[in-house]
């Protein structure tokens, strides 16, 4: 689109989208890299689904406990992909406005529809990837089962309100996060942005699968 429009402001605007893309989608597969080191498998389903184990009893075994570090960068390098604020230089509005200038009408309204889309989607990965899916802690197939040895039974189909519930929470909670980091946080500039991707968050992804890689194995 950056390209197409014949216009210098939004080929510049299309190539910094695509730098960005490249740079930070670097970020994003590494950063799993370390999760499916402790969860060993690729299904989401399985993932969720060890989760719902507990550290004596206590403690659930989310994601952001077993991979803080992975976390951080997942959250930097989703950001940045989503092109909100302050990772939002394909169309910074201050300045070039963007690949989709010379557009107007539906054509911009979906361009906009797809950016808080990617906003949902990122706020499901993090909670399925990292804060349990729809597991809520201590609470199994037929109800609450609580490690000071107390038990509440429940219907199943209160059990699966329950975490449907707790999943759209999660959600709804990392999609307000985005948008306050938008409200709070000036913009980047350019080689500030690509500095962070490939100077910081990248060697910090090997960092932590190296790690990682060592924990499990010892």
Known sequence: SGWSSNNRYTLIGGLRGAAQMISYEI???????????VYPSLRLSAIIAYQGEHFWGWIPKWGVFLQPLGFLLFLFAALAETKRVPFDLPEGESEIIGFFTEYSGLKWGLFMMTDFMEIIIVSCLLTTLFFGGWQVPWLFADGFHFPWGGTWLLPRAVVIILQLLAFNLKVFFFCWFQILVRWTYPRFRYDQLMDFGWKLLIPLCFVNIVGTAIIVIL
């Open 27 to 37: 970020a994003l597969g590494l950063s799993l890299v370390g999760l499916i080191i």
